[in-house]
């Protein structure tokens, strides 16, 4: 079939050498002669491709050489898990809260834990690992398509890309650089299949596919785009005389059962591959914390764009074209504009070639893989830009599956010019390659990992220290932000457990036990508002305490042993409100707005907060909902926001802004408050005003 590119003519080997032309060799997509023998891969190349993986390795030993200090505590709940299971006290499929992404990336850190304990470098190298695999795929990937020394360059373009990818590849929260190595190894199989069809290979691919889903559904990617691929070449193909015929001959010597059957392997293997994740979603496994799967409105899309291509885009490759002060500890310094603009061409320019490629049948491997790594980053940002999950700079982590593209046509790039020109090639990737380790290395130095004169830096972990207090001070247990909480939990080796108060409570089991003791400690960042708002409320209580300050925390100790939970700000133990309307509309038009006064009385024995935790969680606000008879319309309501905190017995007037509904009718309108993230009052019997509102026709 023409779409497998097998063909009898000379071709060029994957380093710019050139079979005889006065004795053609029999060659398929992978190179390999009618001998069976596979592209070179001796002595020389075997020695740059060690070489690429150790200058991988060894931009990253900074950041290992600081896994302490490094370690976050999305990477000590992965950790935490794996404690827990290789002692024998739980056994999980999925990190704590989660149903997104499973524990493979932790299971590859149990070697380590053997030989280190559990410690943060444990489970930072099997991260490692995952990149490591990533460097090996692209470089199978890349030899399948173009020859050894594309994928050779492949994978030294991608031990140096950017900064950034460092930090993915030393980040233990799930498996980044894993998830693009096994799409990046998916591929792969995927171009055997298409040399040799099968009904067991379907079923191999359909495990791959469902698999990748299971370690992390970031690999939707892939399958959007596998399938993509799929139905763009079938379209493609159809469209033609000779296509149609092709498939013809096709379905005929697989036949209508082959067919079947290899369509029904692939199902059943996807199935299997994803069980985990189908088995959770059946028992209803309780989740926390969840990526959204739905449509971004306009103007999130329209945010999406301009994040993608001043931060993300550039954040991804470790440059700064346009200046972003933020990119700074992102990408490093600066370099010259012109650099960093030829550096991003580079790769946009495999890009382009790898289109030209598809379309003008060049290439050593199955059209239909070919086709996939050229759609692959346009489904990649397709996706990102109508997403509602971006967020800041961070979120160029959805971007990084474009890797698998831009690294194995850049390489197969570097080959095509090196059939001209050697020279030319080695300059390419010399240049290319010195680029991102000057970048790399800039990085490492403006970041403290490395001195100027290019020595180890370790720098130093203050939670220890606050752990050290909390040892002397006879503490047990404590409470702290999501970002401390459970990084200090793995640090102590759950010798002092610290429970989450932030709106992530990956493990309420531990938060109960927490609960459970006589007294507490509390963790909170010395400069955050969460902090100021313990004081005001220790003191509003009159709670005997001692603050230490151990920057950059601030830790709270009970020195009679008693609790200081009344200061917490988390969900009201007790929801208890007066609401008294002092002015309201009777009579509304369809959709006409106006606002209410309310008097609102806090008749509870805990402070309502006004500003509730660094994201807004647990603040109380005023709101309103439209009843129908007893049936509440579906529309977010407005907020009006406290402008103090308001402690028990006292009270505060607002206005809530109110948006009549948008048919005629006789309405209710429910006046109450609303803890942000927790409960409406209204809902718990904490307090509510009703006010009958007649909504009249507008008139013709």
Known sequence: MDSYNTDTRDVHTGGGEETSGSAPRLQGAGGDSARGRRPGFRGGRAALLLAAVALGILLRVPALYNSVYDFNSDEAVNALVMKH???????????????????????????????????????????????????????????RLYGAGAGIAAAAFLSVLSPMLIVWSTLASGGYCLIVGWGTLTALFALHLARRPSVAGAAVLGWLLGFGLYIYQLYVVYVATFAAALALAVACELALPRGRERARRLLDSFGVWGAFKSLLALGVGFALGWAPTIIAHLRGSAVSKQPAYRLAAPGVIGANVELLVRRCFPALFGVNPFGVPELLSRSGPSFPLWAEVC??????????????????????????????????????????????????????????????????????????????????????????????????????????????????????????????????????????????????????????????????????????????????????????????????????????????????????????????????????????????????????????????????????????????????????????????????LAVEAARAFLSRDVRPGEAEELWVPVAAPSSPGRYTLVLTLVQERVAWFCDVGGGAAEVPVLVKPNPD
């Open 343 to 632: 550096y991003l061409s580079f790769f946009g320019a495999a890009w382009l070639w790898g289109a030209r490629s598809v379309l003008g049948r060049e290439g050593r491997g199955g059209r239909l893989v070919l086709a996939a790594l050229v759609l692959l980053p346009v489904v990649n940002v397709l996706l990102f830009v109508m997403s509602p999950n971006p967020q800041d700079t961070l979120s160029h982590r959805y971007l990084l599956p474009s890797l698998t593209s831009f690294a194995v046509l850049a390489g197969g790039m570097v080959v095509h010019v090196g059939r001209r020109s050697k020279l030319c090639a080695l300059l390419l990737s010399c240049l290319v390659i010195a680029f991102g380790l000057s970048k790399s290395a800039a990085w490492l130095v403006s970041q403290n990992y490395l001195t100027g004169n290019l020595r180890l830096v370790r720098k130093h972990e203050p939670l220890e220290d606050v752990l050290d207090l909390l040892r002397r001070e006879g503490v047990r247990g404590a409470f702290g932000d999501y970002w401390t909480a459970y990084k200090a939990t793995l640090l102590s080796r759950e010798e002092i457990p610290v429970a989450s108060i932030s709106i992530w409570d990956r493990n309420p089991e531990m938060t109960r036990a927490v609960r459970a003791l006589p007294t507490a400690a509390y963790i909170f960042d010395a400069s955050s508002r969460q902090d100021l708002s313990f004081q005001e409320r220790l003191h509003d209580y009159q709670i005997p305490h001692t603050r230490y300050l151990v920057q950059p925390y601030a830790v709270y100790v009970s020195p009679a042993g008693q609790s200081l939970g009344r200061a917490e700000s988390g969900p009201l133990p007790r929801f208890a409100s007066s609401v008294a309307v002092e002015d309201a509309p009777q009579v509304l038009r369809p959709g006409e707005s106006a606002r209410v006064k309310i008097r609102v009385t806090n008749t509870s024995d805990s402070v309502w907060s006004a500003e509730g935790g660094d994201a807004g969680e647990y603040k109380v606000a005023a709101s309103s909902r439209w009843l129908v008879g007893e049936q509440a």
């Open 85 to 143: 299971m290789l002692e024998g006290r739980e056994f999980s499929l999925f990190n704590w809260g989660t149903t997104y992404y499973g524990v493979v990336e932790g299971l590859f850190a149990v070697p380590f834990v053997a030989l280190l304990g559990y410690e943060p470098l444990a489970f930072k190298l099997s991260a490692l690992v995952g990149f490591l695999i990533l460097q090996v795929s692209v470089f199978l990937l890349g030899r």
